[in-house]
């Protein structure tokens, strides 16, 4: 079990460099408390990030999506016909009430970028996303979570927060659907991040998981909190 949490824990100190060092607000990598848990999905728009709304929906939970800007057209009234079905998957994932979140222009290591180049291209992705909500994106969590802490104001230049995770479930090396469920609920807390895919090896795991995880969490008596009104709670 230590091992387990060691593996799926965030560092104690990514919280701290973010929130501490760059007075961001409490909202990165930990968030509500008062028993509620936000789900996240990392490397949508994919169709797995539909059927992952669908499940969410069937329990009367929302999820926050973390979505890969590339695929989605500059201009939502000129789609490719490759554009035009990510558009799609956009749009019905906002109809099911779920939060949208920007998860890089590609999905390179940001930590990696100048921090220049790291503003254009978040900047670009949420222009994307904008393009096909309407709304402007809050959150952006960069892929892999490599991130280095110059970064935080070239996020902050193209309007975005940098927001991470506290429990992630690993789902992309489950070979089945326990591999996901039984760990999460062990360790799962009020107040958890929870990051799980839309894509990748262990897809279909995931999918599996899902009711089972929600219906874990209930009778911990964990809620699943709500992205939109979160963010509403920041705006306000
Ligand atoms: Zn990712």
């Not at 990165?28 to 499940?55: C, H, K, M, Y």
């Not at 393009?131 to 309007?159: C, D, I, K, N, V």
Request: glycine share 10%; proline share 8%; charged share 20%.
């Amino acid at each position: 079990m230590i091992l387990k949490a060691l593996l799926r824990r965030t560092p104690f100190w990514r919280p701290l460099l973010h929130n501490g060092l760059w007075r961001l607000p409490p909202a990165l990598a930990r968030v509500g408390g008062r028993g509620q848990v936000l789900l996240s999905f990392d490397d949508g728009p994919t169709e797995a990030s539909l059927a992952i709304s669908r499940i969410l929906e069937a329990h009367g939970a929302r999820g926050l999506f973390c979505l890969v800007g590339q695929g989605l057209p500059r201009d939502a009234a000129a789609p490719s016909p490759k554009e035009a079905r990510a558009l799609a998957l956009v749009k019905e994932l906002q109809r099911g009430g779920h939060a949208l979140a920007v998860h890089g222009l590609d999905h390179g290591r940001l930590g990696l970028r100048a921090p220049r180049r790291v503003t254009r291209e978040l900047a670009e992705a949420a222009h994307r996303l904008e393009e096909a909500t309407g709304l402007r994106p809050f959150f952006q969590r960069p892929p892999y979570g490599h991130w280095m802490p110059w970064l935080g104001r070239a996020s902050r230049r193209a309007g975005l927060l940098p927001l991470f995770w506290s429990l992630n479930a690993l789902d992309y090396r489950a070979t089945r659907a326990a591999d996901i469920v039984e760990p999460v609920l062990a360790l799962v807390r009020a107040g958890d991040i929870l990051l799980l895919h839309c894509s990748g090896p262990g897809q279909e795991h995931t999918r599996a998981a899902l009711p089972q995880i929600l219906e874990g969490l209930r009778a911990k008596g964990l809620q699943v909190l709500d992205p939109g009104a979160l963010l509403e709670s920041l705006h306000a």
